[in-house]
C-alpha cells in the first residue's frame, strides 16, 4: 500500500511501478484522483502499456467508478476485490491536452465540461463539497429557479464566451452554456447527459448547448431520461475530438478537478483494463 501526498509523489510512485513490473494497481479514491493515477500511470509505462487498474471508491461522489458498477464503499470494495472472482472489462478514457500559463499539460480522464459544469463545481466547492446529497440539492434549486430566472440559475447557466471547433469548423453560436464530453453515460445525481458516451470508443459523445437559463434550465428531464437536449444551436454527436479556446483564460473541469486553460484539445485517449469485483 502506497499513499501518496501530492502529485510529484504519484508520478514518483508510477514510476518505480513501472520498474518493479506491477500488473495491477488499486486505486483509492474519487473522480480526480482517478484521473491523477491514470495520467501518472500513463506518463510511467507509456499510454499503450498501462497496468490494469481497480478503482475502489473513497472518494466525495465516485461518479466514474459508479458507472463502472463499483460500490462506493473503498473497505467492502477491497475485500471482495481481494477474495476473488474478479471481473475484467475494457473502458473508454479520454486524452485532454490543456494550453495555458503552464505551457501545455496532458491529462487522461473521463469527464471533461465548461460552461455550466464549471459554474456548478465552482458552486459545489464553494459550499463545501456537500457530497452526492448535496449537489442533487443543488441541481433541484438549479431546475427551480431556471423557470423564474433566480440567482444559481443563472450564476450557472449563464452562457460562457467561447469558441468551440469541430472536425475543424467552428460552431456558430459564440457563447455556450454547456460543453460536456465522457465515456460515461451518467455524470452523476442521475444525470445521463453524455448518454451515448460507450456506444463507440474511437469516438466521443460531445454535448453542447447555447440555450439561455431560461430555455435550459426546463430541459433536465430530457437529461434524466437519457435523451438529447435539444433546442436552437445544440450539439449532439459523436466526434473523433473538439476543441475549445476561451477569449482568455477559461475554467473548466475534469473529473472533478476544476482547472483553468486558454484552450483544450480532446481526444480519445487510451482503452483502460478495469478490474472490478464481480
Known amino acids: 500500500m502506497h499513499t501518496t501526498a501530492?502529485?510529484?509523489?504519484?508520478?514518483t510512485l508510477c514510476r518505480e511501478l513501472c520498474?518493479?513490473?506491477t500488473e495491477l494497481v488499486v486505486i483509492s479514491g474519487g473522480d480526480?484522483?482517478?484521473?491523477?493515477?491514470v495520467t501518472s500511470l500513463a506518463r510511467a509505462y507509456g499510454r499503450d502499456a498501462l497496468p490494469a487498474i481497480a478503482?475502489?471508491?473513497?472518494?466525495t461522489v465516485a461518479t466514474v467508478a459508479r458507472n463502472w458498477g463499483v460500490d462506493p464503499d473503498p473497505q467492502r470494495t477491497l475485500r471482495r476485490l481481494l477474495r476473488r472472482p474478479r471481473r475484467r472489462s475494457w473502458r473508454s478514457s479520454l486524452e485532454v491536452e490543456s494550453t495555458g500559463h503552464d505551457g501545455d499539460v496532458l491529462r487522461y480522464g473521463f469527464i471533461v465540461g465548461t460552461g455550466l459544469v464549471a459554474s456548478f463545481f465552482d458552486e459545489y466547492y464553494r459550499r463545501d463539497a456537500p457530497g452526492y446529497r448535496g449537489a442533487a440539492q443543488m441541481a433541484a434549486r438549479i431546475f427551480?429557479?431556471?423557470?423564474?430566472?433566480?440567482?444559481?440559475?443563472?450564476?450557472v447557466l449563464e452562457p460562457m464566451p467561447l469558441q468551440l471547433e469541430?472536425?475543424?469548423l467552428v460552431a456558430a453560436p459564440k457563447a455556450w452554456s454547456l460543453v460536456c464530453a465522457a465515456t460515461v453515460p451518467n455524470l452523476g445525481i442521475g444525470m445521463r447527459v453524455t448518454y451515448r458516451a460507450e456506444e463507440d470508443p474511437s469516438r466521443i459523445h460531445l454535448v453542447a448547448s447555447p440555450l439561455r437559463p431560461g430555455?435550459?434550465?426546463?430541459?433536465?428531464?430530457?437529461?434524466?431520461?437519457?435523451?438529447?437536449i435539444g433546442g436552437a444551436g445544440h450539439v449532439d454527436e459523436l466526434v473523433p475530438s473538439f476543441t475549445i479556446t476561451f477569449p482568455e483564460s477559461g475554467r473548466y473541469v475534469l473529473d472533478g478537478e476544476l482547472l483553468d486553460a486558454e484552450r483544450l484539445?480532446?481526444?480519445?485517449?487510451?482503452r483502460l483494463s478495469v478490474v472490478t469485483a464481480t
Open 55 to 59: 478503482p475502489i471508491g473513497g472518494g
Open 6 to 11: 501530492n502529485l510529484d509523489e504519484l508520478d
Open 215 to 228: 430555455r435550459l434550465g426546463p430541459r433536465a428531464p430530457f437529461v434524466l431520461a437519457g435523451r438529447s
Open 166 to 168: 469541430l472536425d475543424g
Open 265 to 270: 484539445c480532446v481526444r480519445p485517449g487510451p
Open 144 to 155: 427551480a429557479e431556471s423557470f423564474v430566472g433566480g440567482p444559481l440559475a443563472r450564476a
Open 32 to 37: 480526480g484522483t482517478l484521473m491523477a493515477a
Open 19 to 21: 520498474a518493479a513490473g
